[in-house]
């Protein structure tokens, strides 16, 4: 590995450890042997590169979401299929060193970085897209805008607010199944009116 990637791998260590905004250039320097003249000549700057390595840190997650690579099993827009993704989902906010604490971090911090923040936000849209295409099976290249706009964010919304959950009481946060039964009784209702 070169230099960047380094920086890059180093980075990502010590947002684990230590979080976006104690995390210093020293310690990604220290963590990955490089050099302090090259964050800036690789990323522009410290925060750029902590940016680029949170957003790594996301896709790489996206990984467990899809059951650790092995796929989902379930057909793409039941309520099986959401009750397995969002079971995926859940065991990774029970992992020790999850990586949802450092992303409330970010999101708080949001005001105080805004071209971290405005990075993010794409990053985020990204994210809504992979999200329906994981419970829908469309392929990610094929989710319109208008669909990201729509289901993505309704998604996303959900995510954030079960990680708040998870991260301020574990043990009355919801699981799979009571999330994929008020999502029932949702739909009941708007069909009945």
């Not at 960047?4 to 995390?23: N, Q, S, V, Y």
């Not at 071209?115 to 094929?142: C, H, K, M, N, W």
Request: with cysteine; glycine share 10%.
């Amino acid at each position: 590995m070169g230099h960047r990637e380094d920086l890059l791998e180093g980075a990502k260590r010590c947002l684990l450890a230590k979080g976006f905004a104690r995390t210093t250039a020293r310690d990604i320097v220290k963590e990955s042997g490089t050099n302090l003249a090259s964050i800036g000549y690789h990323y522009g700057s410290k925060d750029a590169l902590l940016a680029q390595a949170y957003v790594e840190l996301v896709e790489d997650m996206s990984v467990a979401f899809d059951g650790g690579g092995a796929g989902v099993h379930a057909p793409p827009g039941s309520a099986e299929r959401f009750q397995e993704v969002w079971a995926n989902i859940i065991a990774t906010m029970r992992e020790p060193g999850s990586m949802w604490r450092l992303s409330l971090e970010v999101v708080v911090m949001g005001d105080q970085l805004p071209e971290l923040r405005d990075r993010l936000a794409r990053a985020q849209r990204e994210a809504a897209r992979g999200i329906v295409a994981l419970f829908t099976g469309v392929p990610e290249d094929s989710v319109t805008d208008e669909t990201v706009d729509t289901v993505g964010y309704f998604y996303v919304t959900l995510l954030m607010g079960l990680v708040m959950q998870w991260h301020f009481d574990p043990r009355t946060a919801p699981e799979a199944d009571q999330l994929t039964e008020g999502l029932r009784r949702v739909a009941e209702g708007f069909t009945r009116n």
